[in-house]
């Protein structure tokens, strides 16, 4: 075997520079090399600062993080493989058999499914209750109650939560209240200057916004509960790759204009939309006509979100006429993308709930989601314009 084989096979230190890279760079490596055991017990000990085990920290994670620590408002935040890690590393953490959890009964379906369906398995009672009452919260605290999760504003009816009401409810008790924050986003609400005691994101939706990768983040107030946040993700191996959190850092360059522009279209598409034959209802937090209009205002600065609804008359085949034909728009059960995007919960986040618990909610066969993107907005007005009119003829 020759010489140059074998250097090959090793790995050479990058070529000298005395200018460095613009761009973050990516740190691939799944585990760090120190110059010998007392080097590494310091680091261990804390002593010296370094990575050993990129489940247990990496550049990439830490990067990401601080960015999005610093839209939260946060410290110490940790940065996971999915939202839904996200959510699971706040129960880890904070939660052990014989606690009682309150909960939003319009959360994410798979984080509803976690609360009806594992945490009881733990040991863990659950209550739902309408997050739109802050009585019905004050109502389902118990003595045991150790957490209480919320979404400001649900998915897909887009109601917004009594947040002043919940944390009036959770004064003076020990359950802390965390916040997932996906919908809103910080640009929206910032639940920890709120009054929360831990903030929540599926980072693939709108922070990261292209829809090309999959993370989470999960932070607390409390240093003691975000030291256990990064302890439970490691331990129970929820943490993220440094190419997803290398994505992600690229997506966030742009979120706050992403956000605006978005956030500006959905307004002018709820505008749009509104009154137009076929269209029975828009609902939209910014228009007056929103069943917490007033709650919105106050909560969201007068801002409305990137997510419109609308109900189209005509049930199935006037939504399936109406998707057909907005063929430049996806149907597809994301938010958040760059691109806008059409989602019918009736056939996908809420299809567990019987038709009449779906109606209940408003939910009918012809209710679409879109979540907004940064298109121009004329060329989305007439794209749903046509969409529209295939779904008038369907219900003709
Ligand atoms: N929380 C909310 C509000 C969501 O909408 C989603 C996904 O749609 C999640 C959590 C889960 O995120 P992920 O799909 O990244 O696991």
């Not at 990516?26 to 261990?44: E, G, H, K, M, R």
């Not at 839209?71 to 935040?77: I, N, S, T, Y």
């Not at 109650?145 to 979404?151: A, D, H, R």
Request: glycine share 8%.
């Amino acid at each position: 075997m020759s010489e140059d084989h074998h250097s090959i096979v090793r790995r050479q230190a990058a070529p000298a520079s005395v200018s460095t890279p613009v761009v973050t760079p990516i740190w691939p490596s799944v585990v760090y090399q120190s110059t010998d055991a007392d080097a590494l017990d310091a680091q261990y000990l804390g002593e010296t600062q370094g990575y050993t085990y990129a489940r247990e920290g990496h550049p990439n994670a830490a990067v990401l993080a601080a960015k999005i620590d610093a839209l939260e408002g946060a410290r110490g935040g940790v940065v996971t493989g999915s939202g839904m890690a996200a959510v699971a590393a706040v129960f880890q953490a904070v939660l052990r058999a014989g606690d009682h959890v309150v909960a939003g009964s319009q959360l994410y379906g798979k984080s509803l499914k976690l609360l009806k369906d594992e945490l009881p398995r733990m040991g863990v009672e659950v209550t739902l209750c309408d997050p739109t009452d802050g009585g019905a919260v004050a109502a389902a605290l118990r003595p045991e109650t150790k957490l209480v999760l919320v979404e400001v504003v649900s998915n897909p009816t887009l109601r917004v939560a009594d947040m002043a009401g919940i944390f009036a409810a959770t004064a003076g008790h020990p359950a802390m209240v965390a916040v997932d924050n996906t919908f809103t986003t910080p640009a929206l609400y910032r639940p920890l200057a709120a009054g929360a005691d831990l903030v929540i994101h599926s980072v693939t939706k709108m922070l990261a916004g292209h829809s090309d990768v999959t993370l989470g983040y999960a932070a607390a107030k409390d240093p003691g509960v975000a030291a256990r946040l990064t302890e439970v993700s490691v331990a129970w191996g929820l943490t993220a790759s440094p190419f997803d959190c290398w994505l992600a850092e690229r997506g966030m360059h742009s979120f706050e204009l992403r956000f605006a522009r978005a956030q500006e279209t959905a307004a002018a598409l709820a505008h749009h939309l509104s009154g137009k034959p076929g269209v029975e209802a828009v609902i939209y937090p910014a228009r007056p006509d929103h069943p917490d209009h007033n709650r919105a205002q106050g909560l969201l600065c007068g801002q409305g979100g990137a997510m419109v609804s609308f109900r189209l008359a005509g049930g199935r085949e006037a939504a399936n006429a109406f998707l057909r034909a907005a063929r430049h728009i996806p149907f597809a059960p994301t938010l958040g993308d760059v691109a806008t995007m059409f989602s019918h919960p009736a056939v996908s986040s809420h299809r567990a709930l019987t038709t009449e618990a779906r109606e209940a909610l408003g939910i009918t066969e012809g209710f679409i989601r879109c979540s907004v993107g940064i298109e121009a907005p004329d060329l989305l007005m007439r794209e749903l314009d046509q969409a529209l009119a295939a779904s008038l003829v369907a219900n003709a």
